[in-house]
Nanobody
Framework: QVQLVESGGGSVQAGGSLRLSCAAS????????MGWFRQAPGKERNIVAA?????????YYPDSVKGRFIISRDNAKNTVYLQMNNLKPEDTAVYYC???????????????????WGQGTQVTVSS
Protein backbone atom coordinates (compact mmCIF):
# COMPACT_ATOMS: atom_id res chain seq x y z
CA GLN A 1 0.00 0.00 0.00
CA VAL A 2 1.02 3.57 -0.67
CA GLN A 3 -0.54 6.47 1.17
CA LEU A 4 -0.54 9.86 -0.53
CA VAL A 5 -1.26 13.21 1.08
CA GLU A 6 -1.46 16.40 -0.97
CA SER A 7 -0.90 19.91 0.35
CA GLY A 8 -0.30 23.39 -0.95
CA GLY A 9 -3.62 24.19 -2.55
CA GLY A 10 -5.34 27.50 -2.09
CA SER A 11 -6.68 30.58 -3.80
CA VAL A 12 -4.65 32.77 -6.12
CA GLN A 13 -5.27 35.42 -8.72
CA ALA A 14 -4.74 34.76 -12.39
CA GLY A 15 -1.08 34.94 -13.30
CA GLY A 16 0.00 33.76 -9.88
CA SER A 17 1.79 30.61 -8.80
CA LEU A 18 1.27 27.73 -6.41
CA ARG A 19 3.34 24.71 -5.52
CA LEU A 20 1.58 21.51 -4.59
CA SER A 21 3.27 18.75 -2.64
CA CYS A 22 2.37 15.11 -2.32
CA ALA A 23 3.95 13.14 0.50
CA ALA A 24 4.04 9.39 0.12
CA SER A 25 4.38 6.70 2.71
CA UNK A 26 4.27 2.93 2.63
CA UNK A 27 6.12 1.09 -0.08
CA UNK A 28 9.30 2.30 -1.78
CA UNK A 29 8.40 5.65 -3.29
CA UNK A 30 11.17 5.55 -5.88
CA UNK A 31 9.59 2.50 -7.52
CA UNK A 32 6.46 4.37 -8.55
CA UNK A 33 5.47 6.57 -11.42
CA MET A 34 3.78 9.64 -9.99
CA GLY A 35 1.06 11.68 -11.61
CA TRP A 36 -0.94 14.81 -10.89
CA PHE A 37 -4.55 14.97 -12.02
CA ARG A 38 -7.26 17.55 -11.64
CA GLN A 39 -11.02 17.49 -11.63
CA ALA A 40 -13.34 20.44 -11.93
CA PRO A 41 -17.00 20.18 -10.87
CA GLY A 42 -19.00 18.20 -13.40
CA LYS A 43 -15.94 17.31 -15.45
CA GLU A 44 -13.72 14.29 -15.89
CA ARG A 45 -10.49 13.80 -13.99
CA ASN A 46 -7.60 14.67 -16.31
CA ILE A 47 -3.87 14.37 -16.03
CA VAL A 48 -1.76 17.51 -15.76
CA ALA A 49 1.68 15.98 -15.22
CA ALA A 50 3.51 12.72 -14.68
CA UNK A 51 7.04 11.73 -13.84
CA UNK A 52 8.67 8.36 -14.24
CA UNK A 53 10.66 6.54 -11.62
CA UNK A 54 13.73 6.02 -13.78
CA UNK A 55 16.96 7.92 -13.36
CA UNK A 56 16.24 10.24 -16.28
CA UNK A 57 12.88 11.19 -14.80
CA UNK A 58 10.88 11.33 -18.00
CA UNK A 59 8.06 13.84 -17.69
CA TYR A 60 4.72 14.21 -19.39
CA TYR A 61 2.48 17.27 -19.70
CA PRO A 62 -0.66 17.81 -21.74
CA ASP A 63 -0.71 20.86 -23.98
CA SER A 64 -3.06 22.68 -21.61
CA VAL A 65 -0.33 23.10 -18.99
CA LYS A 66 2.90 22.63 -20.94
CA GLY A 67 5.29 25.49 -20.25
CA ARG A 68 3.40 26.53 -17.10
CA PHE A 69 3.48 23.47 -14.83
CA ILE A 70 6.57 21.59 -13.68
CA ILE A 71 6.55 18.22 -11.95
CA SER A 72 9.49 17.06 -9.87
CA ARG A 73 10.22 14.46 -7.26
CA ASP A 74 12.54 14.08 -4.30
CA ASN A 75 12.90 10.40 -3.57
CA ALA A 76 14.85 11.09 -0.39
CA LYS A 77 11.82 12.94 0.95
CA ASN A 78 9.22 10.63 -0.62
CA THR A 79 7.60 13.68 -2.13
CA VAL A 80 6.44 14.77 -5.55
CA TYR A 81 5.82 18.42 -6.38
CA LEU A 82 3.79 20.34 -8.91
CA GLN A 83 4.94 23.89 -9.53
CA MET A 84 2.13 25.80 -11.22
CA ASN A 85 2.94 29.14 -12.81
CA ASN A 86 0.91 31.67 -14.75
CA LEU A 87 -2.28 30.18 -13.38
CA LYS A 88 -5.54 30.73 -15.23
CA PRO A 89 -9.15 30.58 -14.02
CA GLU A 90 -9.59 27.39 -16.03
CA ASP A 91 -6.97 25.74 -13.80
CA THR A 92 -9.47 25.83 -10.95
CA ALA A 93 -10.08 22.27 -9.77
CA VAL A 94 -9.34 19.72 -7.11
CA TYR A 95 -5.83 18.42 -7.70
CA TYR A 96 -4.93 14.82 -6.92
CA CYS A 97 -1.65 12.99 -6.89
CA UNK A 98 -1.54 9.36 -7.87
CA UNK A 99 0.91 6.49 -8.12
CA UNK A 100 1.35 3.55 -10.48
CA UNK A 101 4.03 0.94 -10.94
CA UNK A 102 4.60 1.17 -14.70
CA UNK A 103 5.42 3.91 -17.18
CA UNK A 104 3.68 4.05 -20.54
CA UNK A 105 3.29 7.21 -22.57
CA UNK A 106 0.24 5.60 -24.16
CA UNK A 107 -1.62 5.24 -20.86
CA UNK A 108 -0.03 7.93 -18.72
CA UNK A 109 -3.31 9.80 -18.56
CA UNK A 110 -5.56 6.83 -17.88
CA UNK A 111 -7.06 7.19 -14.42
CA UNK A 112 -7.68 3.48 -13.95
CA UNK A 113 -4.00 2.68 -14.42
CA UNK A 114 -3.09 4.44 -11.19
CA UNK A 115 -3.36 2.27 -8.11
CA UNK A 116 -3.09 4.84 -5.36
CA TRP A 117 -4.66 8.26 -4.90
CA GLY A 118 -4.50 11.11 -2.48
CA GLN A 119 -7.52 12.89 -1.08
CA GLY A 120 -7.08 15.97 -3.25
CA THR A 121 -6.39 19.63 -2.63
CA GLN A 122 -8.45 22.54 -3.95
CA VAL A 123 -6.90 25.12 -6.25
CA THR A 124 -8.97 28.20 -7.06
CA VAL A 125 -7.81 30.81 -9.55
CA SER A 126 -9.74 34.05 -9.75
CA SER A 127 -9.71 36.45 -12.67
Amino acid sequence: QVQLVESGGGSVQAGGSLRLSCAASGRTFSNYVMGWFRQAPGKERNIVAAISWSRDYTNYYPDSVKGRFIISRDNAKNTVYLQMNNLKPEDTAVYYCAARSDWSILTVGVVSRYSYWGQGTQVTVSS
